[in-house]
């Protein structure tokens, strides 16, 4: 019950397509999602191949609760070889997409090889047709989304890339329904190297459960219980832009490329002054929080900004316009970019420039030059011949790595570590590069203040806890923003039994969370990765945070980031170098 107990598998250069059973002993270990997803990966993809080659595969992988009334369960995970980082990959978008899958009678969606020429994709249930996309090509995404939603109706769920995906950029996204994104790692770029320009999904299915009438009765129960409870609705009422005043208040919004924290003007651009302009609300499937604002500023137009597009496209980039933070998520969105990586990279190189060390033609405070360069960015055109690769590419090339604000290749999410200090070592060791969606540190150091930020004491714990949580919150398929669930065992295996009517215990549950991690580890390792790799930029080390908030002055000696490391290892079970043990590796299998 809940599976759908069928992957489709869609063969890109030949056209073809055929179905497989799920692998059900992976299922009972990795539920579904994300842990599926990687579980898949590790077992399919060969050691070593090139991200944007005919051997890397695009993964779209919904789990046992996608489909049912679960609140907030209306995710999917998109993975695949990181063409940025080199390392594993897992997205989770919003939106509809996911429930369609699941209604069209599959698990998971399995893309291999490339086509020959640009395409598009049509799944009707069983039915798999592929279509010449020549006239796609080059197009915005929001432009073909709008092109195709017009020949085939709105009851198809669309993913799409923009030039960016056809170019092949390291920052390149998949929009789904014009404004979710699976935002990062070059996993636009993983779609655009097999010529798919879209995907269009219908199912008219369902998702069978034991006992309809129990399940619907108590999960409307936890609805009301759990989920419409006042921890969590600010999630409608203000969406994450009700963060931009919490992290100001703990001292860790970036200004101009994370030289310093805390714009003394942030109240310019501050939650209250952008919903001002929110014209609608907008949703994911089964979500009982509503989180999307939609915002209309003079011709700028975006579902969101979320706080770290806030971030990213405002005071990281010296800028204090609301339109332009608006009109910065909307050029982002259709050129299929990710704002966060395409925000840092670009505020990387306005820094560059005013340092004299390399003219990128854009400066802090830019708008008109930040928002074309976004574009120049998506089309390989100038500059963003380079920057299209990421600052770990462009810092390599000219210079500038103490201040290249990524690990792995992967820029930082919009938190300033050094106000902190546990986002450091969760940036360092998370399984695809500077995440916030692994171990969301802030929750505890600054929001809850349940443990001092500016301390390595009690950080490898801490964070080994946030991330065994969020990894079975997404392996179920799961909304971070449902935060009363965030470990809650016994919450998790209780929707697992309702749904599966299979037995499921708070202790299996965290089992499958710990074993996720591990998954994605092993991969990584298999890829060369181990110690070495878990660093932080110099800039966290070596300067002090500037600026007037809470955290100036802090910085993380190098030996208190050493000791979290070694903290965060031991709790894992893992080698100080940062391999894992061969026994581990066997019973992930
Ligand atoms: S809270 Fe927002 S992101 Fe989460 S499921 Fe609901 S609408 Fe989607």
């Not at 820029?411 to 450091?424: K, L, V």
């Amino acid at each position: 019950m809940g599976y759908q107990n069928k992957v489709l598998r869609v063969d890109l250069k030949e056209k073809k397509s055929s179905t497989e059973p799920l692998r059900m002993d992976f299922a009972r270990k990795y539920i579904g999602s994300k842990g599926l997803a990687i579980r898949y990966m590790y077992e399919e993809l060969k050691p070593g191949i090139d991200p944007l080659g005919e051997e890397n595969k695009l993964f779209l992988t919904t789990g046992p609760l996608t489909g049912t009334p679960v609140p907030c369960s209306g995710k999917l995970s998109v993975a695949a070889k990181s063409p940025a980082t080199g390392t594993m990959n897992d997205c989770s978008i919003g939106g509809h997409v996911g429930i369609k899958i699941k209604f069209a009678g599959y698990d998971m969606v399995i893309f291999e090889g490339m086509a020959e020429a640009p395409c598009y994709v049509v799944i009707e249930d069983d039915k798999v047709e592929f279509f010449d996309a020549s006239d796609l090509w080059g197009l915005g995404s929001h432009e073909a989304e709008a092109l195709l939603a017009e020949k085939y109706g709105r009851e198809y769920s669309i993913m799409s890339i923009g030039p960016a995906g056809e170019n092949l950029s390291n920052m390149a996204c998949i929009n789904s329904d014009y404004y979710r994104q699976a935002g990062r790692g070059g996993i636009g770029a993983v779609m655009g190297s097999k010529k798919m320009k879209a995907i269009l999904i219908k199912g008219t299915g369902g998702v069978k459960v034991a006992d309809i009438e129990k399940t619907t009765d108590r999960i409307l129960e936890i609805l009301h219980e759990d989920v419409l409870q006042e921890d969590n609705t600010y999630v409608y009422d203000e969406g994450t832009t009700a963060f931009l005043e919490a992290c100001e208040d703990g001292g860790i919004v970036p200004f101009k490329n994370f030289s310093s924290a805390n714009d003394p003007e942030w109240e310019k651009y501050n939650g209250s002054v952008l919903l001002q302009y929110r014209e609608g609300k907008r949703g994911c499937g089964s979500c009982g929080l509503g989180c999307g604002n939609f915002l209309k500023i003079g011709n700028a137009v975006c579902e969101g900004p979320e706080y770290e597009t806030i971030a990213a496209g405002g005071p990281n980039a010296g800028i204090k316009d609301p339109e332009h933070i608006v009109k910065f998520n909307e050029v982002c969105d259709n050129m299929g970019l990710d704002t966060i990586s395409t925000g840092d990279t670009i505020a990387w190189a306005m820094e560059m420039t005013e340092k004299g060390i390399h003219d990128f033609g854009v400066r802090f405070g830019q708008s008109k030059e930040m928002l074309e360069m976004i574009e120049k960015i998506a089309r390989k055109e100038g500059p963003g011949a380079d920057l299209c690769h990421g600052v770990k590419y462009c810092s390599e090339k000219y210079g500038g790595t103490d201040f290249a604000m990524q690990v792995k290749g992967l820029e930082f999410p919009e938190y300033e570590p050094r106000g902190s200090w546990g986002m450091a070592l969760s940036y360092a060791i998370s399984d695809r590069g500077a995440c916030h969606m692994r171990a969301y540190a802030p929750n505890e150091e600054v929001f809850a203040a349940s443990i001092p930020p500016y301390t390595e004491k009690g950080k490898g714990k801490m964070v080994y806890e946030l991330q065994v949580s969020n990894a079975v919150k997404f392996s179920l398929c799961l909304c971070d923003f449902w935060g009363t669930i965030s470990g809650n065992y016994e919450g998790m295996a209780e929707l697992m039994r309702l749904i599966t009517n299979e037995d499921w215990t708070a202790e299996e549950m965290f089992d499958v969370g710990v074993r996720v991690i591990n998954i994605g580890r092993a991969f990584n390792q298999r890829e060369g990765f181990n110690r070495a790799h878990d660093t932080i930029p110099k800039r966290l080390v070596k300067e002090a945070l500037g600026g007037e908030g809470p955290a100036a002055g802090q910085r993380i000696p190098q030996e208190a980031f050493d000791d979290m490391l070694d903290q965060y290892y031991e709790v894992m079970g893992w080698n100080r170098d940062g391999t894992i043990p061969e026994e581990i590796i066997q019973s992930l299998l």
